[in-house]
Antibody
Framework: EVQLVESGGGLVKPGGSLRLSCAAS????????MNWVRQAPGKGLEWVSS????????YYADSVKGRFTISRDNAKNSLYLQMNSLRAGDTAMYYC??????????????WGQGTLVTVSS | DIQMTQSPSSLSASVGDRVTITCRAS??????LAWFQQKPGKAPKSLIY???SLQSGVPSKFSGSGSGTDFTLTISSLQPEDFATYYC?????????FGQGTKLEIK
């Protein structure tokens, strides 16, 4: 069974940092592109960042570029999001989501349950 | 960035109805269009990729069509569990972008 379990969310002050983790199981993690997608309270979905299976290709939304860093450890079946210089606008549920890279026409097929990040003084 | 616009933003329908949600891209995205369902307090669920291909385990009551800039999601024979918010997403070009969502409510 595919499982994606996020952790690391919490309350942080503006300007602070947080590192999110996503533990993957039930599939060959090293074969998938992984994504972070967020959702502010009561709002829609916003794609944040993607990292290819071997970390060769990394992309960010303009809203987080220069502040957030996505990374992965295929040996540990884990995905990370280092978030620095956090702002109130970064308050959201952060979802980890997998993308079957080998299928060119495919996109996100499984999502984690999310971890909540609240940026407030 | 490619803008995705869904219509309507909300929709009321009855159990047993057939409904269609539209998604328009600000520029051509070939067939790189996905649909997701989200229920309150839950993570999104993937329904459709490549415009019309069902994700594993998704019932055939869900169908998608379109190409280029105009796409539709059709749900036939609505059941209580289908009432949720639906999002389209383009993945032709980074940054990936989502529509604003369509909330499907029970009439």
């Amino acid at each position: 069974e595919v499982q994606l379990v996020e952790s690391g969310g919490g309350l942080v002050k503006p300007g602070g940092s947080l590192r999110l983790s996503c533990a993957a199981s039930g599939f060959t993690f090293s074969s998938y592109t992984m994504n972070w997608v967020r959702q502010a309270p009561g709002k829609g979905l916003e794609w944040v960042s993607s990292i290819s299976s071997s970390s060769n290709f990394i992309y960010y939304a303009d809203s987080v570029k220069g502040r957030f860093t996505i990374s992965r450890d295929n040996a540990k079946n884990s995905l990370y999001l280092q978030m620095n210089s956090l702002r109130a606008g970064d308050t959201a549920m952060y979802y980890c989501a997998r993308d079957p890279e080998v299928v060119v026409t495919a996109t996100i097929d499984y999502w984690g349950q999310g971890t909540l990040v609240t940026v407030s003084s | 960035d490619i803008q995705m616009t869904q219509s309507p933003s909300s929709l009321s329908a009855s159990v047993g109805d057939r409904v269609t949600i539209t998604c328009r891209a600000s520029q051509g995205i070939s067939n790189y269009l996905a649909w997701f369902q989200q229920k309150p307090g839950k993570a999104p669920k993937s329904l459709i990729y490549a415009t019309s291909s069902l994700q594993s385990g998704v019932p055939s009551k869900f169908s998608g069509s379109g190409s280029g800039t105009d796409f539709t999601l059709t749900i036939s024979s609505l059941q209580p569990e289908d009432f949720a918010t639906y999002y389209c997403q383009q993945y032709n070009t980074y940054p990936y972008t989502f529509g604003q969502g369509t909330k499907l409510e029970i009439k």
